[in-house]
């Protein structure tokens, strides 16, 4: 308060005649060098503190609007320096505004009672009956809602981690909201209970109540025209607009809701796009896209996922209500108009086609096709490796990450082969080799979990699986050895040993964070014993995730040394040499696979509806001037690329090793 005063009677005196009123006017403190001239037909109640207003605005055309107090009712506020407050139909009351913000033509903005902005809300995710509920907070990040979500078995640390948001909650009390500084406000309605951080702009929001919009200057929240969000938290760098419809949901970091989408009961974590369809009780993890306006997505977990037009999941038990859910771990991919009668688990990278009515769990074989077939569903397994669309979903996720801020909540690992993927290719291949045992070699239909697979699929997808495995193992490899020219296998041998124990055994996907499972398992007992706090979770996450490449090693060099039938004390030159040639087959084997994908996009169907009016050759000029030729398309020319660097990398790794030849020590 000590560049604060009280008001002087000539200027009580001047605001007097300029319309303004107060119900006391000592209750008013003012900046020192506070000018009365821009404040006019302001009703002030309550105590009252007031900035000083030097800035001039500039509004789109060229208008100019200095800063200062109009046609407003203001109560119990605290308004900074350069603020702009104009047509206030209503009043604002118990607001701390933030300096150079600007707010104008707004309803309503009230702080009603203590409110803790949002945080501590329950969202009933997955099942709509309950059960699953998840106690949003600004601070919430994928991997710690899927243990939360998911672990209900560990019923201490669900417990512990709700007391933790539960006292986070209640430090968020508070009678007064906050808005941040540089925040634009226009044509709004109603704001009510909601704390809005620095940088954000909301232009024509119908209803924003009980949340919390956490943007700030490295990443602006924008909140367009018609949006009504309820019961919510908003993360930094969220667009939400065209009459979205937001009730009980935590929208995560980048996220982008548009084009009037409506999402009840649900968690988005980063970078996930909902346009025109619905969403309920979903857990959305990173990169869950739905961008048309017949799909629904109900009552499931999903990652890394793209729905197709009229994707749509089915949840109900009739006589019990709807309490199925279903997972479709990352990558799934929906087309249109597919179903799922959920329960059902979708395995990773896996495309679904068609209608599904039978509760089906691919889990362990990833990579596949699910295909409907007159009511029944195929498996293809493995298939979806040499498809071009899952390698071009994987290059682009990198670079569409919409995250400005430059502290992130979700630990996110885009790799496709994982410990996490390639242990659930080398279960693929005792699945499949197991029903080959049970059923037969000759067997034409092989059934798994309510699915059927054709018998060339099933050697396929062995085959495939195989190649896959064996590109995983060498990238590891040739990635440890790295650029440096050995001299003796001993020096080679030293340099396979891991760096650390931690990464054996099972790994999981925790919603975007692929880490070891015994790492998982150490955490949750610290939550278990209470040695843990929210900071400490997060950063824990962190580190794990930072760890990947050391983890990964661990666990790499484990299978390789199965594949070689020794340790690496007893490893050879001959052994190292021979993995490096068959992950070179591997890798220019599935670019050429690839590669032949590709050219179906180029082939005399894809060219159908092209060259309307004219010959066959007017056909093929209409579309390479729409879409280019096969030889010069930019993903193509980058799986040659790849082909040339790989096979490259491959014999200049083979050359560093030539003096270790004749050295076994």
Known sequence: MNNYRVLTSNEISTLISQGCSAEDWSAISVAKDFDTQFVARVQFSGTIQL??????????????????LYNCRLHNCIIGNNVYIDKIHNYIANYTIGDDSFIDNINLMVVDGV?????????????????????????????????????????????NIQQMIDEYAKKQQSERGVIGKNVCLINCGTIKNVRIGDAAIIKGASILENGSINSNEEAPVIIGSGVKCKDFILCSGVEITDSTLISRCFIGQGCILSKHYSA????????????????????????????????????????????????NQSNHMYKLGPIHQGICERGAKTTSN??????????????????????????????????????????VPAVNL?????????????????????????????????????????????????????????????????????????????ELYQTGITKFLGNSLISRLGNKTYTSMKEVRERLIPDTSIGSGEWIDLSGLIAPKSEIEELLYKIEGNNCCLEKIQSEFERIHGEYYSYEWTWAKERLEEYWGKSIEEVTHDDIVNTIHRWRESVVGLDQLIYKDAKKEFDLNSKTGFGVDGDENQKHQDFESVRGSFENNPFVLAVLDHIKVKTELGNNTIKRLEKTKNDER
């Open 386 to 462: 040499r498809s071009v669309g899952t390698i071009r979903d994987a290059q682009k996720w990198p670079k569409r990450d919409n995250r400005k801020d430059s502290r992130k909540l979700d630990p996110i690992n885009f790799n496709l082969l994982s410990p996490y993927t390639i242990q659930k290719m080398i279960k693929g291949i005792e699945v499949l080799k197991r029903l080959q045992s049970i059923s037969g070699e000759t067997t034409d239909i092989y059934v798994y979990q309510n699915c059927n697979i054709k018998n060339t699929a099933l050697h396929t997808g062995i």
């Open 264 to 311: 009840l009961d649900s968690l988005f974590f980063s970078n996930c796009q909902g346009m025109h369809g619905e969403a309920t009780a979903i857990f959305a993890g990173p990169y869950t896209v739905s961008h048309h306006k017949s799909t629904l997505l109900i009552a499931g977990m999903f990652s890394f996922l793209n729905a197709g037009s009229g994707s």
């Open 115 to 159: 409110t803790s902005f949002g945080n501590g809300v329950k969202v009933p995710v997955m099942n709509e009956g309950g059960g699953r509920e998840i106690p949003i907070f600004d601070n919430l990040s994928a991997p710690l809602a899927y243990i939360q979500t998911l672990y209900r078995h560990r019923k201490a640390v669900t417990q």
């Open 338 to 379: 597919s179903y799922l009668l959920w329960p059902a688990k979708i395995g990773t990278f896996t495309l679904v086609i068609g209608r599904h009515t039978k509760h089906s769990d691919t889990s362990d074989l990833p990579f596949s096709y699910l295909i409907e077939k007159a009511t029944d569903s195929f498996l």
């Open 51 to 68: 900035g000083s207003f030097n800035k001039t605005f500039e509004l789109p055309g060229g208008l100019r609007q200095h800063t200062g």
